[in-house]
T-cell receptor
Framework: EAAVTQSPRNKVAVTGGKVTLSCNQT?????MYWYRQDTGHGLRLIHY???????EKGDIPDGYKASRPSQENFSLILELATPSQTSVYFC????????????FGPGTRLTVL | QQKVQQSPESLTVSEGAMASLNCTFS??????FRWYRQHSAKGLEVLVS????GEKEEGRFTAHLNRANLHVSLHIREPQPSDSAVYLC????????????FGLGTRVSVFP
């Protein structure tokens, strides 16, 4: 079964600090995604990747960077965290072999004070 | 830009009754539709995926797609208290890896 893990599961950060959220998948999927989920907005796509070394902007990329150093790992980086980035972040993986199904991780709850 | 709207916002049903959820989308060229379930801000669990007009059943969950009407629905047969969750509709284009567009969800509560 598809396996996507995220770390940390909970994070409290200070405004202006750097935050890195990590995602690992053991499905050997080419594509990986970062979403954030907020009340009233639902899930929104931040960045995605087609494979190692690739990162693409999603619908709301401002204030976020992404890194895909390998097939298995995809990170979301907040260089200067702001309170508006307080949210629950979900990572997902998928590709054509899975009928473009996206398998989601358990989420990371980030609070920026 | 794709817009996905779900109705109702919340739904209360008795155990064993049919639950029906609706989802409308704005881009008529969309051809990749999925229903997810989310328990209490946890991860998303895919329930049904449907790619062509008609019906697709997965256990107690049935999706109906009518692309001409820009509408996809989910029906839950014999819902159980453990089905109480938020149900999310997600839409994309087949073959495009740019991610899914989600609706805001329908909160379903099932009472014994």
């Amino acid at each position: 079964e598809a396996a996507v893990t995220q770390s940390p599961r909970n994070k409290v950060a200070v405004t202006g600090g750097k935050v890195t959220l990590s995602c690992n998948q053991t499905n050997n999927h080419n594509n990986m995604y970062w979403y954030r989920q907020d009340t009233g907005h639902g899930l929104r796509l931040i960045h995605y990747s087609y494979g190692a070394g690739s990162t693409e902007k999603g619908d709301i990329p401002d204030g976020y960077k992404a890194s895909r150093p390998s097939q298995e790992n995809f990170s979301l980086i907040l260089e200067l965290a702001t309170p508006s980035q307080t949210s629950v972040y979900f990572c997902a993986s998928g590709d054509a072999d899975s009928s473009y199904e996206q398998y989601f991780g358990p989420g990371t709850r980030l609070t920026v004070l | 830009q794709q817009k996905v709207q779900q109705s109702p916002e919340s739904l209360t049903v008795s155990e064993g009754a049919m639950a029906s959820l609706n989802c409308t989308f704005s881009d008529g060229t969309s051809n990749n539709f999925r229903w997810y379930r989310q328990h209490s801000a946890k991860g998303l669990e895919v329930l049904v995926s449907i790619f062509s007009d008609g019906e697709k059943e997965e256990g107690r969950f049935t999706a109906h797609l009518n692309r001409a009407n820009l509408h996809v629905s989910l029906h839950i047969r014999e819902p159980q208290p453990s089905d109480s969750a938020v149900y999310l509709c997600a839409v994309s284009m087949w073959g495009y890896a740019q991610g899914l567009t989600f609706g805001l969800g329908t909160r379903v509560s099932v009472f014994p």
